[in-house]
Structures are given as C-alpha cells and as structure tokens.
C-alpha cells in the first residue's frame, strides 16, 4: 500500500512538472541600483493550450512581513522584464485599492513626501496578467 501511494505521488509530481504552463515572469525592480523585494500576487497565465487561475490575498497582505529598502523621497524606480508586457501601470496601494497610471519607460517617480508606501504593478501579456506588489519607504 505504501509503495502504491508512493508511486502515485511521484507520478503525480512529474505530470504536473510537465504540465506545459508556466507562470508569468519574474521582473527585476530596481531603485538606485538595488533589487526592490516583492511578492506575486493574483495572476492568470495560458500557454500551449493550458491555463492557471492564481489567487492571493491583497497586496498590503503580501508584503507585510518583506524586507524594504528606504530610499530618498522622490527617487525613481524602474521595471526591466525580459518578455516585455503590452500593457503596465502601477499605483499606491491604499484603502484597498490602488489609483492605477501607465509607467512610461519602464519608470516611475516615487512620492516626494516621506513615509512607508505599498506599490501594486499590473502586468498584461497577450499570455495572461499579473500583479506584483512591494514595499518601500522614503527619507
């Protein structure tokens, strides 16, 4: 019985390695040539013919336990993805919301006041979308 239940999870475990479906890419964000932490959130992705629905709990969820970085008031930050997404925007995250604008350039400017700020980026691809959220605080 055991070398049975053994069997099926390990078949288990190689038919879903090779399930076909991905995920969606994994972009690096920096700020004055440093890494910016942050988490995957909701995100929906189809490839060859496949799909997967992930959901997650809100942005400020994700990121409440991350390591930050603190940053001058007002400094830039960018997104650099090596599959380029047809549509991305990023907003502040507050009152369980965020208020979404474009990122030109794969830029945007953080506030010019100082405090703690919780980032949500959407990401479209013709493959699917994601949300990636992260944390930083100004000086």
Known sequence: MRKMLLLFLLVFFLAACQSGVSEPPKPVLTINNKKIPYEIGTYSWYEKGKGVEVDTAEPSEL????????????????????HQPVNLEAGIWKDGSADFKKIKNNKMRLPEEKGTFIYVIHAS????????AFQIGTK
């Not at 940053?71 to 960018?78: F, M």
């Not at 691809?125 to 990636?132: F, H, V």
Request: proline letters at 4%.
């Open 63 to 82: 990121v409440k336990d991350t390591d930050y970085l603190i940053v001058p008031a007002g400094s830039e930050w960018s997104i650099d993805s090596k």
């Open 125 to 132: 691809w013709k493959e699917g979308d994601a949300i990636y």
